[in-house]
Nanobody
Framework: QVRLVESGGGSVQAVGSLRLSCAASGSIWRVDDMAWYRQAPGKQLELVASVTRYESTNYADSVKDRFTISRDDTKNTVFLQMNGLKPEDTAVYYC????????????????WGQGTQVTVSS
């Protein structure tokens, strides 16, 4: 079994910063593409940012130049540095791993974390 565990959420005032972390645990050999999604109350789940195994990144237009996604493969962890936060960034943020390969050769696809709440007040 593999798990993704997010941390780093919380409440912050507008223009503040937060750093989210998502650590994959288990007998992991490799984690492929990873991403952060978010879901605000009453809205659909949306992709915030993604990073491939080769560290190619992609961002939603709404967070470009404010958020930075990165990964540390020695710790099987992905980060989301969020600067210049706005009230509209308020949401539950979820980590996703496209594929996780274990030492036993088993793949786990589309693994999700439990989510972490980010609340930005004006």
């Amino acid at each position: 079994q593999v798990r993704l565990v997010e941390s780093g959420g919380g409440s912050v005032q507008a223009v503040g910063s937060l750093r989210l972390s998502c650590a994959a645990s288990g007998s992991i050999w490799r984690v492929d593409d990873m991403a952060w999604y978010r879901q605000a109350p009453g809205k659909q789940l949306e992709l915030v940012a993604s990073v491939t195994r080769y560290e190619s990144t992609n961002y939603a237009d709404s967070v470009k130049d404010r958020f930075t996604i990165s990964r540390d493969d020695t710790k099987n962890t992905v980060f989301l540095q969020m600067n210049g936060l706005k009230p509209e960034d308020t949401a539950v943020y979820y980590c996703n791993a496209d594929a996780i390969l274990t030492f036993t050769g088993q793949y786990y696809y589309h693994t999700w974390g439990q989510g972490t709440q980010v609340t930005v007040s004006s």
